[in-house]
């Protein structure tokens, strides 16, 4: 590591622009969407972890009614789920720029996968240096939307000429089936059927178009250039995580900021200390002195206590509550069910919709919480009517419980491989999900709303009979 460490500082310090490196230029090709999608991600990452994003998240979200009703009301635990959540996100993120710069002949960026490594253990602080400056930031970050949006548009514009193409071979194939193909330096078009023309015309736009957004965006870039843009970002996020986290983190190695260069602590094992509990014992917290961030960081402590490797921590912290919806597997599932009981109570209720509605929202309700609702609706039928109790109190819950299944939704979205957009999201994260809410709490809320639901129609169905 030390040969690696020393190499990678000579070849660092001979290169002036980024990538700037000589040796042939390898284009990023189809790896393109790949590499946008990576991209993407450090352009959401670099959002969420903004003083405004961050302020929101600490004022606003882990504070929401619907968070603290049926997740948690220690804030700190919270903190560091959101934490946990960012490094697992930017671990997937290093992962495919480790493939896309494994091919690089300079030892930077291809000692990529070794330089996260080094961070993320605290051992290397020199790898620091190659952190964005707080200037040059903003810059990276346009760089990388542009590079994110034309590749998107990319994207949408070769599926479109792979389906024209597709024409254009059925085009082919019926002249040369009638027999229209014409001999050598024949005229191609003097057979064609009506319509045909137009369409050969808006098909070579179409490879025009395709190959303009190939120069535009990552298709045609260098995969070196395009491999240490990103590498540089993503130890950027990595230091802005440590810096905006560090009071409730530990850890998380300790950077500080020495006259704009950035520097990691060493690590210390103190024997006794707990660090699993959620309060940590450190200045500043979510009502004290906002966390700073890069260009703008306070000296830190130069002794941390290490309770566990950052990796385990994070598959620790991440993994869900075992009496909660995400443990049993029913988050998504009950969130499904919480949306479509707030769609039925807006649906009039002799409408075919709001009975096709009633007969999905009761098959997607597991056994014990069929149970629990036929209970609820012996106990409580001489209450029913749109004003009647069950009917208010469950669109009192849905004011809340509504958004955290939006939320719940979303973020399964964004983790799905299949759902994934090139283009940058607003980050979701866990914390305001059903994933870690207690299930018994949801399961009492859900039976809560489904009776509002069942109110609401019998009253309907009362004044239609009327």
């Known amino acids: 590591m030390a040969v690696y460490a020393k190499n990678l500082l000579s070849h660092l310090a001979g290169v002036g622009e980024l990538g700037a490196v000589d040796s042939p230029e390898i284009h990023v090709g189809i790896l393109a969407f790949e590499a946008a999608r990576a991209m993407s991600k450090l352009i959401t990452l670099h959002r969420a972890l903004t003083a405004n994003s961050f302020s929101t998240l600490c004022n606003t979200k882990i504070k929401f009614t619907g968070v603290v009703h049926?997740?948690?009301?220690?804030?700190?635990?919270?903190?560091?789920?959101?934490?946990?959540?960012?490094?697992?996100?930017?671990?997937?993120?290093?992962?495919?720029?480790?493939?896309?710069?494994?091919?690089?002949?300079?030892?930077?960026?291809?000692?990529?996968?070794?330089?996260?490594?080094?961070?993320?253990?605290?051992?290397?602080?020199?790898?620091?240096?190659?952190?964005f400056p707080a200037h040059m930031l903003d810059k990276k970050v346009k760089k990388m939307e542009a590079l994110v949006f034309a590749t998107s548009s990319l994207h949408g514009e070769m599926e479109k000429l792979a389906e024209m193409e597709v024409s254009e071979k059925k085009l082919e194939q019926w002249k040369a089936y009638n027999g229209l193909v014409p001999a050598n330096g024949g005229d191609s078009h003097?057979?064609?059927?009506?319509?045909?023309?137009?369409?050969?015309?808006?098909?070579?736009?179409?490879?025009?178009?395709?190959?303009?957004?190939?120069?535009?965006?990552?298709?045609?870039?260098?995969?070196?250039?395009?491999?240490?843009?990103?590498?540089?970002?993503?130890?950027?996020v990595f230091t802005r995580i440590c810096t905006v986290f560090e009071k409730y983190v530990t850890e998380l190695p300790v950077v500080t900021d020495r006259h704009g260069k950035f520097w990691a602590a060493p690590k210390i094992d103190i024997p006794g200390v707990n660090l699993m509990s959620s309060h940590l014992d450190r200045p500043g917290g979510i009502n004290g002195t906002a966390p700073k961030f890069p260009g703008q960081i306070p000296r830190s402590t130069q002794i941390v206590p290490v309770k566990m490797e950052l990796a385990k921590w994070t598959t620790k912290t991440l993994e869900p509550p075992p009496e909660s919806c995400g443990a049993a597997g029913l988050a998504l599932r009950y969130a499904e069910v919480i949306s479509l009981a707030e769609k039925m109570l807006h649906l009039p209720s002799?409408?075919?919709?709001?009975?096709?509605?009633?007969?999905?929202?009761?098959?997607?309700?597991?056994?014990?919480?069929?149970?629990?609702?036929?209970?609820?609706?012996?106990?409580?039928?001489?209450?029913?009517?749109?004003?009647?109790?069950?009917?208010?109190?469950?669109?009192?819950?849905?004011?809340?419980?509504?958004?955290?299944?939006?939320?719940?939704?979303?973020?399964?979205?964004?983790k799905s491989c299949e759902k994934q957009s090139i283009d940058p999201v607003s980050k979701v994260f866990m914390l305001q999900t059903l994933e870690i809410s207690d299930r018994k709490a949801v399961e009492m809320r859900i039976v809560d709303v489904v009776v509002a639901v069942n109110s609401v129609f019998h009253s309907d169905s009362g004044r239609k009979h009327v």
């Open 350 to 414: 002799n409408s075919t919709e709001h009975k096709e509605e009633r007969e999905e929202l009761y098959q997607l309700l597991p056994g014990t919480l069929r149970t629990a609702l036929r209970t609820r609706l012996k106990s409580s039928s001489g209450e029913m009517g749109i004003n009647g109790v069950p009917a208010v109190e469950g669109r009192r819950v849905l004011e809340w419980l509504a958004p955290i299944a939006h939320d719940t939704i979303k973020w399964y979205s964004q």
């Open 190 to 236: 003097a057979n064609n059927p009506p319509g045909a023309d137009a369409f050969l015309k808006k098909l070579g736009m179409q490879r025009k178009l395709v190959k303009k957004l190939q120069d535009e965006s990552l298709w045609n870039q260098s995969k070196e250039k395009v491999s240490e843009l990103m590498a540089h970002a993503a130890i950027t």
């Open 70 to 131: 049926l997740n948690s009301d220690d804030e700190p635990y919270l903190l560091r789920i959101a934490c946990a959540e960012f490094l697992s996100d930017l671990n997937h993120i290093a992962s495919a720029i480790s493939r896309l710069s494994a091919t690089s002949t300079a030892p930077w960026p291809r000692g990529f996968s070794h330089v996260y490594s080094d961070l993320k253990s605290g051992s290397a602080d020199f790898h620091l240096r190659l952190c």
